[in-house]
């Protein structure tokens, strides 16, 4: 990727959290420590890790939503521009764009038009493609939140994120729980704003959707960058990954034998499964 200045830049970034023990002690935990990471434009790059490891706080850092009781140490960077909090805020849904984990980031008093819309002004005909292509058809485009479902609440989101014209995409778990049809859309689309030349960070537990879309892979281990790797060269064998907990995620998945490892290394057990239930709208 050359000397050119990478679309976000991650580094040594640490977050931990304050809360209050016995006595009303304030004890803090670290969730995230030391990552690295950097994502260019024109690449995709997955972070792959367990549930519970961080990955959700880790886009909601880049993008100034964490909770009241975090910290955060290291440094983040958007074009070579450290990222402070008023800048955070300034690109928020403009040039860092957010695929959430949860539905419930949908506002509740906007139709599923206009939240397509609004991060636009008026490039109607994006906002027609995009519904078109979710299968939102002028039926849902007038329906609230409350009124959708959950299937077709996560593809608003996806559609939202699309349509913004961010130059870093950040998509967080974007499909559990859609029609295989869906998925391979949402995949498509990030790959189309990759070739676009913009960056995207796509967060995930499932290795295999990584080994679909991404070029690069940070495998993501207790907050933790343990490495990061080609994804094709991942993909053709765990010879190709250094790390004991990376050759784990690939022995774990069904294709190559589902060797769940138990935790004793890693304190966790893996889970390379998809926990794909069904879209529950058609
Ligand atoms: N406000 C908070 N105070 C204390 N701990 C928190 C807070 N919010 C999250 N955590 C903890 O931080 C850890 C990481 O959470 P996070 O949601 O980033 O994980 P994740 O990797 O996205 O998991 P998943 O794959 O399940 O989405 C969790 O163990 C969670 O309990
Ligand atoms: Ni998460």
Not at 30 to 37: C, E, M, Q, Y
Not at 176 to 183: D, I, R, Y
Not at 215 to 227: C, P, Q, S, W, Y
Not at 243 to 259: C, I, R
């Amino acid at each position: 990727m050359g000397q050119r200045i990478p679309l976000l830049e991650v580094k040594d970034f640490t977050l931990q959290f304050k809360q209050y023990g016995r006595g009303l002690k304030q004890i803090e935990t670290r969730v995230i420590s030391g990552f690295t990471l950097d994502v260019h434009a024109g690449e995709i790059v997955a972070v792959v890790g367990a549930s519970g490891s961080g990955k959700s706080l880790l886009a909601h850092a880049i993008l100034g939503i964490l909770p009241s009781n975090a910290a955060t140490g290291g440094s983040l960077k958007f074009k070579g521009e450290e990222l402070s909090q008023s800048l955070k805020e300034r690109l928020r849904g403009k040039e860092i764009s957010l695929i959430p984990q949860s539905v419930s980031y949908l506002d509740p008093l906007m139709t599923t038009g206009k939240q397509i819309e609004s991060p636009l002004r008026k490039a109607a005909n994006a906002v027609k493609s995009v519904m078109n292509r979710f299968q939102l058809g002028d039926d849902a485009k007038n329906k609230y939140p409350f009124q959708l479902s959950g299937g077709m609440a996560r593809r608003v989101l996806i559609g939202t994120a699309l349509t913004s014209g961010a130059e870093l995409v950040i998509a967080d778990e974007p499909t559990p729980g859609l029609h295989k049809s869906m998925v391979d859309e949402t995949l498509g689309s990030l790959k189309e704003l990759a070739a676009l030349g913009r960056g995207v960070l796509m967060i995930t537990h499932d290795i295999d959707l990584a080994f679909v879309v991404a070029d690069r892979i940070a495998v993501f281990n207790k907050g933790l960058t343990v490495e990061v790797a080609d994804a094709k060269a991942f993909e053709a064998s765990p010879d190709n990954v250094k790390h004991p907990y990376s050759k784990a995620l690939w022995h774990a998945l069904p294709q190559n034998g589902f060797h769940s490892v138990r935790g004793k290394d890693y304190g966790e057990e893996i889970d390379a499964g998809c926990d794909a239930g069904e879209e529950d709208d058609a």
